[in-house]
T-cell receptor, first 113, second 114 residues
C-alpha cells in the first residue's frame, strides 16, 4: 500500500482555520485520498475523500495538489470538538487490497479555547 | 440505523481464557473488517471479509479467528488470550471495495488481558 506522511501534531485556536498537510508521493493513479478522524475513546469517523479535484462537504474541505503527491485537509473554523487524531489514508481500488484502510499514526490536533 | 454495533464495550480476561467479540452491521454491507489499536498507535488490520462465507487474514491475524455466516455479523474470537492482545478492537464495514467507498467504524471494544 502506498504510504502517507503527516506531522505528528498541530495546534490551533478555536474559530481559526486549520490546514492539516499530508504527503503521499507514491500515490497511484487510482488511489483515492481519504481522511478520517478519531475523537478520544471513539472509533474513526469519515471526514472527506477525493481523487483529483478539490472537495467540500459540511465538515471540511480537501485540497489536492495538481500532481496528487500531497493534499491538505482544511477545517474552516476549528471548534473544541475538532480536537482529534486525523488520519490521511490512500485507499486502493479492489484487487488485493479489498478496500481496506492502512492507517499511519496520524496528526494529533489540539484546539485551544 | 444503528450502523456498526460492537459488544462488549469493556472486558477483562485472564491469560489463557477465550472470548468472542461480537460485531453486527445493519447497512447490508458486504465488506467487514476487524482492526486493533494499541496505545498511541494507528489501527492495524486483523481480519477482513468480502462477503458471507469468505474471510481472509490481515496484517496481524495471529491469535485470532473469525467467521462470517451472515452478511450482518462478523465475530472475532480470541483463543488463549495473551497480554499482548490487550488493545482496543474496532469492527468496520463498507458497501464495497471501490476506492471511493466510505468505511464505517463501531465504537470499539476495550480488552485487557491480565
Amino acid at each position: 500500500d502506498a504510504k502517507t506522511t503527516q506531522p505528528n501534531s498541530m495546534e490551533s485556536n478555536e474559530e481559526e482555520p486549520v490546514h492539516l498537510p499530508c504527503n503521499h508521493s507514491t500515490i497511484s493513479g487510482t488511489d483515492y485520498i481519504h481522511w478520517y478522524r478519531q475523537l478520544p475513546s471513539q472509533g474513526p469517523e469519515y471526514v472527506i475523500h477525493g481523487l483529483t479535484s478539490n472537495v467540500n462537504n459540511r465538515m471540511a474541505s480537501l485540497a489536492i495538489a495538481e500532481d496528487r503527491k500531497s493534499s491538505t485537509l482544511i477545517l474552516h473554523r476549528a471548534t473544541l470538538r475538532d480536537a482529534a487524531v486525523y488520519y490521511c489514508i490512500l485507499r486502493a481500488a479492489g484487487g488485493t487490497s479489498y478496500g481496506k484502510l492502512t492507517f499511519g499514526q496520524g496528526t494529533i490536533l489540539t484546539v485551544h479555547p | 440505523n444503528a450502523g456498526v454495533t460492537q459488544t462488549p464495550k469493556f472486558r477483562i480476561l485472564k491469560i489463557g481464557q477465550s472470548m468472542t467479540l461480537q460485531c453486527a452491521q445493519d447497512m447490508n454491507h458486504n465488506y467487514m473488517y476487524w482492526y486493533r489499536q494499541d496505545p498511541g498507535m494507528g489501527l492495524k488490520l486483523i481480519y477482513y471479509s468480502v462477503g458471507a462465507g469468505i474471510t481472509d487474514k490481515g496484517e496481524v491475524p495471529n491469535g485470532y479467528n473469525v467467521s462470517r455466516s451472515t452478511t450482518e455479523d462478523f465475530p472475532l474470537r480470541l483463543e488463549l488470550a495473551a497480554p499482548s492482545q490487550t488493545s482496543v478492537y474496532f469492527c468496520a464495514s463498507s458497501p464495497g471495495d471501490r476506492s471511493g467507498n466510505t468505511i464505517y467504524f463501531g465504537e470499539g471494544s476495550w480488552l485487557t488481558v491480565v
